[in-house]
């Protein structure tokens, strides 16, 4: 009799809860809830399968990760110990309702918040930018950037009288993909322009800024290179600017650290040093001389240590404080030597490490280049032209392709950030044969920052290089 006075005392604190907890949420004692939802878990059916490796729940032909029974348990109701699926018919008819009669919170949802056309309608075309003006308090006048070219405004958003004007100062054929200004001058505005995912037809010239509001704009940043010729052949070779008859040097790029530079910045240029000692095998004697310079490296090792790699090269001229690596060809007096370009991999080591740039040469550019350093002061330039693979294709150097523009705020300095890219054009004139291919850039994309908008540097994504000098 004790027992069952006991249980029915249980039973009536546990429907207690469960009454507080389903009409009065006022009064809801959420510490006795959570105490039985502990006790619940405790009791969970799945409480020793979820642990089961894959193998053990294979034997006992269950599925292989715990998803179910993690399920139940997250979705338990806490009084009841289960899943309270009696529930879920109810819960559908409630949101069949709540469709029939919705409330509308997105534009273009319903009548009174549909899209009305702004234009411009002129010459626009698909409008990929734009931007309220944030030197225009009333938040009406909106700038607005076409693929098919130009930068348009108009000064009130709102009426649909007021008319579009095209921006002078900006070529109106010229496709605008994004608009933004800065953060700590609203008075700059910036503009990138082309679009890379239409295979080359809506070519852009860079990026392009204001520095009065969106009047007048330069050309800042990208564009057509100046300094060089459309070409067909990648070109990577050394210059040697202290020879005056000297002949370029071939190279191959290493497989690991960052790619060499080039345009839309200037090529890696600097003064060479030979290393100390020349294998580059222990750490470099002589660090304050190779400090800020370029550092010549001779391949295999001297004293025959076998775990002198490419890596250890590499990483001790980087520690020594150099901006690039030159390894050079050794003979190693094998019978099947040759004087090759190889390239350069890190083998099990962690090349996320390396911050510099390496290059690969033959021996008889390495001792004539050792020779030159030998005799005065050397300054090279490492020329590389494209970063991808090019058989036969035109390649017209420049920084066309503006994808995204971002000026971020940094405690007041404004630091301007540009995904930049390059795109191949494909023009079919009825035959295979008669197929033009043109590269539009040099393949040296990726993400540029500047904090003046004159000076920029390349923010290295360390892609690596396959076996034909590519990046991919």
């Known amino acids: 009799m004790k027992k069952l006075y006991i249980y029915l005392l249980s039973l009536i604190a546990l429907f207690s809860i469960i009454y507080l907890y389903e009409f009065n949420d006022d009064s809801i004692d959420y510490d ?7 006790k619940n878990l405790e009791k969970s059916p799945y409480k020793n ?37 009696e529930n879920l018919y109810i819960i559908q008819d409630e949101l069949y309702q709540k469709s029939l009669y919705p409330i509308e919170g997105v534009p273009g949802e319903n009548p009174d ?16 930018g734009m931007m309220f003006d944030p030197n225009d308090s009333t938040n009406k006048r909106v700038f607005a950037g076409g693929v098919s070219g130009g930068i348009f405004v108009n000064d009130d958003i709102t009426d649909v009288n007021s008319k579009w004007r095209m921006i002078e100062g900006i ?18 505005f910036y503009a990138g322009t082309g679009e890379s995912f239409t295979s080359g037809d809506a070519i852009g010239n860079g990026l392009w800024r ?66 100390n000692p020349i294998d580059g095998c222990t750490t470099l004697s002589n ?10 490296i001779q391949d295999g090792s001297i004293d025959g240590d076998t775990n002198c790699d490419y890596f250890k090269k590499v990483k001790e001229g980087q520690t020594a404080g150099a901006k690039a690596v030159i390894v050079y060809n050794k003979d190693d007096g094998s019978t099947n030597w040759t004087d090759d370009l190889v390239t350069m991999n ?35 330039k490492i020329i590389k032209q494209t970063n991808l693979l090019v058989s036969g294709v035109t390649i017209v150097p420049g920084m066309f392709f ?13 630091e301007i950030y540009v995904a930049a890219g390059s795109r191949k054009w494909d023009r079919v004139l009825g035959t295979r044969s008669d197929s033009q291919n043109t590269i539009l850039g040099s393949g040296h994309d990726g993400i540029y920052k500047s904090i003046d908008g004159i000076n920029w540097q390349k923010i290295e994504l360390y892609h690596p290089m396959d076996e034909n000098n590519s990046a991919y």
């Open 32 to 38: 006795s809830i959570r105490k039985i939802h502990e």
């Open 49 to 85: 399968t979820k642990k089961l490796s894959k193998s053990e729940r294979k034997e006992l032909q269950l599925p292989p990760n715990p998803y179910n029974e993690r399920l139940w348990e997250l979705t338990m109701d806490p009084i009841l110990g289960r899943p309270k699926t």
């Open 113 to 128: 918040m549909a899209w009305v056309p702004r234009g411009p309608s002129n010459i626009a075309g698909r409008t990929n």
């Open 171 to 188: 070529p109106r054929n010229l496709p605008v993909s994004e608009l933004t200004y800065d953060p700590n001058n609203p008075k700059i």
């Open 210 to 275: 204001s520095t009065d509001g969106g009047n007048t704009w330069d050309n800042i940043f990208g564009g057509r290179s100046d300094s060089e010729q459309v070409f067909k052949n990648e070109k990577v070779e050394i210059e040697i600017l202290t020879e005056n008859n000297a002949d370029p040097m071939f190279f191959i790029q290493a497989s690991f650290g960052p790619n060499l530079p080039g345009p839309p910045v200037s090529y890696l240029q600097n003064d060479i040093v030979i290393a």
């Open 287 to 296: 660090s304050a001389q190779i400090n800020g310079k370029i550092v010549l």
């Open 346 to 380: 890190p083998n099990n080591n962690d090349a996320s490490i390396i911050t510099i740039p390496s290059i690969f040469i033959k021996a008889s550019d390495g001792d004539k280049l050792k020779e030159f350093i030998e005799s005065k002061k050397t300054t090279i």
């Open 402 to 414: 503006i994808n995204d523009v971002v000026v971020r705020n940094n405690n007041g300095n404004s």
